[in-house]
């Protein structure tokens, strides 16, 4: 898979709250670093958090690639994301933003996410 069929299988699985889905595209040793938050640290750390994520918001986003960089078995890339999010404890919809920055590792012949960093470019008033 490349890294941009990956981070599209990201998406839709983020979109999906396919938690199994988004840990089948990290590698072994993953870390999530999401913003406001301790970087989660490991596959238990990494799935932990999307479930907390996925028990408070509902995603509905769209990625766009920046930048890709190829270095032997090591690629990063920098994205944006755009689209909605319904807070679910509120019920309420607003408009998402961030900057992402992605960090793979080829692991198998694999393209996996090792390293995920997010940020918002749509800060809440």
């Avoid at 599209?8 to 999401?34: H, Q, V």
């Avoid at 960090?103 to 749509?122: C, D, M, P, Q």
Wanted: aromatic share 10%.
């Amino acid at each position: 898979m490349s890294i941009e069929t990956t981070i599209k299988a990201y998406e839709t699985a983020l979109n999906a709250n396919d938690i199994d889905a988004i840990l089948d595209l990290y590698g072994a040793d993953p870390i999530f670093m999401p913003q406001h938050a301790p970087a989660l640290i490991g596959r238990d750390a990494v799935r932990t958090g999307y479930a907390q994520v996925f028990d408070t918001i509902k995603l509905q986003i769209r990625f766009d690639v920046h930048e890709l960089e190829v270095a032997g078995d090591w690629a990063w890339v920098r994205t944006s994301s755009a689209g909605r999010t319904r807070i679910l404890a509120a019920d309420v919809t607003i408009e998402e933003g961030n900057n992402e920055l992605f960090v793979f590792r080829r692991e198998a012949g694999a393209w996996k996410i090792h390293r995920y960093l997010f940020s918002t470019n749509r800060p809440r008033a």
